[in-house]
């Protein structure tokens, strides 16, 4: 089945609505918590980084018998190095964002450690695609 | 229709089919069905939203017979401290007490003593490095109903620890034991505020059965005192309340339990603000709180659905008697003649298991082909939420129907569009909704009166 959100940019205030909707999801089909969990962080991470950085995004969630896939595709700045954008602590978030308790430099990492598979595709000036699946 | 047990039920002459329980339900657990309400008690978790609702008082709650208390030779009677609080202010505690006996009990325990005993045992587990936070307390049973049921991950963050009236229960049988009492010659009886701690009484979670022999309805209890209450003289019983303490006093009420546990504890009350906490906790939202107090009702125990008081006068009452009493560390175990840590031992509760209930069937694909469909059914229904399907909301209506316990004709709104578009007749489409709502619903009737807004 699948679902589908739009983000907006700088709308922290309903950041959070599409994962825990996808939440909702997957526990009325049974899925194992601690698998949920994992997967309500990725992708709560995901969203934030659209509101903090892009200027819109949507998610797309595709949800199988044994894996859901979660594809974020924004129109934002991009990102230009993103090995360094991996490393914990690192971030590039302006002072407001951060001011807001957001931009800690954890979200590219807490998406990788909760994720099973992640792929992220950036292009400087146009956005950016974060893929991730995991498995249940 | 299910195999739970029943503790309180729907009058069908009383009720008039206004909707205001099914939508108010946090569980979604009430239906519609032949112009009146049914109740899904494997969804239900007792948390009495329906009763206080509800414009004709239909629901009653199933209780013991007060009679039965003559079968034992000690007849203790428990009761919150939330029921002095009901009293009208010229009637003393020591009135209260003698009303009490003059019904047939024999010993009076208000269940919040000897308080000091659970706030140590509760202090241990939170400062178990192993005890998931935020801990979330036991004592409302609705709340751990619910967490069991909708958020079955956070049943590892209960407290494993029984609730007051277990305490008050272990200690009169300790003091009545000492005094030469047999076991099988004590009767214990708790006075309940709710429902949900009659559903905890007689089917327990976390413990095999209560300890209690009967539950008693507060109402039915404060109307029998009323009767022989004495306005006069009475002897003084302040002997029995020696082990009452201010902690005890104000512990059924919001902020009685967190303002001693955690290094940062939250209360919340009232069912739909624990539903969003909860959502929050779930989602990891509520990092720092490291203990959480969570009751059903507004105001905790003061609200409770078997109640006449007005809450807030409650609370105040209760506030002010609890200045008069000492703090529970200042009664000494020792000068009571307790045994602290046969009591302790008591305390301790069972793991509470997680029993989920809004899954949609085990099978995965086909689960999933379900809530595929259902989202589809919720695009061509209104969204209006009026309830005149006879679900609470539109969304359940289509989950309903992918579950063959609804159909599509159901909704009202659907049926218009279909007659105007000439693919039903006016007079199937109003025998659908007769058959909906009853041949009745269509008769004059000046008692089917719904609801108005407070202040009208």
């Given at each position: 089945m699948k679902l589908t959100f739009s983000i907006q940019g700088s709308d922290f205030t309903h950041a959070g609505y599409p994962s825990s909707e996808v939440k909702k999801?997957?526990?009325?089909?049974?899925?194992?918590?601690?698998?949920?969990?994992?997967?309500?962080?990725?992708?709560?991470?995901?969203?934030?980084?659209?509101?903090?950085?892009?200027?819109?995004?949507?998610?797309?969630i595709e949800i199988e018998e044994n894996k859901i896939s979660m594809l974020l595709e924004d129109e934002g700045p991009g990102i230009p190095d993103i090995d360094l954008a991996m490393q914990a602590g690192y971030s590039t978030a302006s002072k407001e964002v951060r001011d807001m308790g957001f931009g800690a430099g954890?979200?590219?990492?807490?998406?990788?450690?909760?994720?099973?598979?992640?792929?992220?595709e950036s292009e400087v000036g146009k956005g950016t695609k974060v893929k991730m699946v995991n498995y249940f | 229709m299910s195999g739970s047990p029943i503790y309180h039920a729907l009058n069908v002459t009383k009720c008039i089919g206004c909707t205001h329980c099914m939508k108010s339900c946090p569980t979604e657990a009430i239906r519609l069905v032949n112009g009146l309400a049914v109740i899904d008690y494997d969804r239900c978790v007792y948390c009495g939203q329906c009763h206080r609702v509800c414009p004709t008082n239909a629901f009653y709650v199933v209780?013991?017979?007060?009679?039965?208390?003559h079968s034992f030779k000690y007849r203790v009677i428990l009761f919150p401290s939330i029921m002095i609080g009901q009293f009208p202010e010229k009637y003393s505690e020591d009135q209260i007490y003698d009303g009490l006996k003059k019904v047939g009990f024999t010993h009076i325990y208000e269940v919040e003593q000897p308080l000091q005993v659970l706030i140590d045992s509760i202090n241990e587990v939170l400062k178990d490095p192993d005890t998931p936070k935020p801990a979330i307390s036991v004592y409302c049973p609705a709340i751990v109903r619910i967490i069991q049921a909708r958020y079955p991950d956070l049943t590892e963050n209960i407290i494993l620890r029984k609730a007051p009236h277990n305490l008050a229960a272990h200690f009169?049988?300790?003091?009545?034991?000492?005094?030469?009492?047999?076991?099988?010659?004590?009767?214990?009886?708790?006075?309940?505020?709710?429902?949900?701690?009659?559903?905890a009484v007689k089917s327990p979670v976390g413990e095999a059965e209560s300890i209690v022999d009967g539950v008693v309805n507060m109402n039915h209890l404060y109307n029998k005192v009323m009767k022989v209450i004495s306005d006069s003289e009475v002897p003084d019983y302040s002997d029995q309340r020696q082990n009452l303490s201010r902690e005890g006093i104000t512990w059924s009420l919001t902020r009685g339990e967190s303002c001693h546990f955690g290094s940062r504890g939250i209360a919340i009350d009232g069912i739909h603000n624990a539903v969003r906490f909860l959502e929050r906790v779930e989602n990891d939202q509520a990092?720092?709180?490291?203990?959480?107090?969570?009751?059903?009702?507004?105001?905790?125990?003061?609200?409770?659905?078997?109640l006449s008081g007005n809450r807030f006068m409650t609370v105040e009452r209760l506030e002010r008697r609890a200045k008069r009493y000492p703090s529970a560390k200042d009664i000494r175990p020792e000068v009571i003649k307790l045994n602290t840590s046969d009591l302790k031992e008591k305390l301790v509760l069972e793991?509470?298991?997680?029993?989920?209930?809004?899954?949609?069937?085990?099978?995965?694909?086909?689960?999933?082909?379900k809530m595929t469909r259902a989202q589809r059914i919720v695009c061509f229904l209104p969204g209006i939420d009026c309830g005149a399907c006879g679900a609470p909301n539109c969304h359940a209506l289509a989950e309903d129907?992918?579950?063959?316990?609804?159909?599509?004709?159901?909704?009202?709104?659907?049926?218009?569009?279909?007659?105007?578009e000439g693919r039903i007749s006016p007079n199937k489409a109003f025998l659908n909704v007769q058959k909906k709502w009853g041949t009745d619903r269509f008769k004059a009737d000046c008692n089917k009166r719904g609801r108005r807004n407070e202040g009208f």
């Open positions: 999801v997957l526990k009325q089909l049974d899925i194992d918590g601690k698998t949920i969990k994992k997967i309500v962080i990725a992708l709560y991470e995901a969203e934030v980084n659209v509101v903090a950085h892009a200027w819109k995004g949507t998610a797309t954890m979200g590219l990492p807490n998406m990788k450690k909760n994720s099973d598979e992640l792929i992220i | 209780q013991d017979d007060l009679a039965m208390i009169a049988i300790q003091r009545l034991m000492k005094e030469g009492a047999r076991r099988e010659e004590i009767g214990l009886f708790y006075a309940t505020p709710c429902i949900a701690k009659i559903a990092q720092g709180i490291d203990f959480i107090e969570m009751r059903a009702c507004d105001q905790g125990c003061a609200s409770g659905i078997l793991p509470i298991m997680p029993k989920p209930h809004f899954i949609f069937g085990k099978e995965r694909v086909k689960a999933m082909e129907m992918v579950n063959n316990k609804a159909k599509m004709s159901d909704c009202v709104f659907l049926q218009q569009q279909w007659e105007s």
